[in-house]
């Protein structure tokens, strides 16, 4: 069923980092992300929670920036290696990208409409 | 020959599971498409709302705090990391261990749930509604319920799934063919990938 690609990578329990080089750990690249996502999802806490009564609009812009980034990269990471996108089929990619952009278009324009007296938009 | 003709037998065999493998996916992942578009509604809904009434949603985060939805959020996390180590097991043979590891998502699936039924309740009480018009708090329910609880639905319906999983593979359906079990992993790696969207954009920012 799957190809040797995704049984080499998926099923041994030694992983190969930047940095940290090689590493035996058990469900290998799974856990290893796991652990990627709980620090990450730490940061995230204490980045809210750090600045947030600081004042300020660029703290603010970094805040959310630094927020969404993070999020961005949770989510890649769970895409990546748990949805498996590194090693199936390239289209599926595409499958997912094609909506993705569309509604990133929708959004960036629905931000940029005015709100008009008393709340256009409500 | 005899021989020959076998392993070509065998070759074709693995192809045309590849191929029927690959196919339920790319199903799966037209889907999830649609299921992009349906969220990214309600989630640009909210970040709308979210940039246009900054003052509102500062006074929930007040209120509500979030010790109780990082918790959760490990919760669903982790119910991911069981649900790869699930397909690991069956793909490797170990079908008790599967079993052990598809129970966990499971489980876990149904404390998100708690969790959340946890949060409304404190919502209620702060008469955070759909309709509610204070001025501390007026319009935030509509932009909140709506993507939350779609995706909490989403996760009954995963946790329901979960258990035909669990059934299946209790009888040794995906024994030979796990093909089954990675397309309800690509479900539940979707619903944690919304919520990590969810989480950030609601209760952090």
Not at chain 2, 15 to 24: E, I, P, R, S, T
Not at chain 2, 33 to 52: H, K, M, P, Q, T
Request: aromatic share 12%; net charge neutral; hydrophobic share 55%.
């Amino acid at each position: 069923m799957a190809d040797n690609t995704h049984e080499n990578t998926h099923h041994s329990d030694t992983v190969t980092l930047p940095l940290v080089g090689s590493i035996t750990v058990y469900g290998g690249i799974y856990t290893v992300v796991f652990g990627a996502l709980g620090v990450l999802t730490v940061l995230e806490v204490l980045v809210a929670e750090l600045f947030k009564n600081v004042g300020g609009e660029a703290t603010n812009a970094f805040r959310v920036i630094a927020l969404m980034g993070i999020a961005v990269v949770k989510a890649l990471l769970v895409v990546w290696f748990y949805m498996h996108l590194r090693t199936d089929n390239k289209f599926f990619r595409v499958v997912l990208m094609f909506p993705l952009f569309l509604v990133i278009i929708a959004v960036l324009y629905l931000i940029g409409v005015p709100v008009g007296p008393g709340g256009g938009y409500r | 020959m005899a021989e020959l003709t076998a392993h070509a037998g065998a070759h074709s065999d693995n192809a045309h599971k590849k191929l029927d493998a690959n196919n339920k996916k790319l199903a799966m992942w037209l889907y999830l498409a649609s299921e992009v578009v349906i969220f990214s509604v309600l989630i640009g809904a909210y970040a709308v709302f979210r940039f246009n009434e900054p003052e509102i949603v500062k006074n929930v985060h007040k209120e509500l705090g979030i010790a109780l939805v990082t918790v959760n959020t490990f919760i669903l996390l982790m119910s991911s990391w069981a649900m790869v180590l699930a397909l690991r097991a069956i793909e490797m043979g170990k079908r008790r261990e599967f079993m052990l590891w598809m129970s966990g998502v499971v489980g876990m699936g149904v404390v998100f749930l708690l969790g959340q039924y946890i949060e409304y309740r404190e919502l209620a009480h702060l008469a955070i509604t759909l309709d509610s018009i204070s001025p501390d708090f007026g319009g935030f329910g509509m932009r909140f319920y709506a993507p939350t609880a779609f995706h909490g639905a989403h996760v009954l319906i995963g946790v329901l799934l979960g258990l035909q999983v669990l059934w299946l593979g209790h009888k040794g359906f995906y024994d030979n063919n796990p093909i089954g079990v990675e397309a309800f992993g690509l479900y539940w790696h979707f619903v944690d990938v919304v919520w990590i969207i969810l989480f950030t954009l609601i209760y952090l920012i």
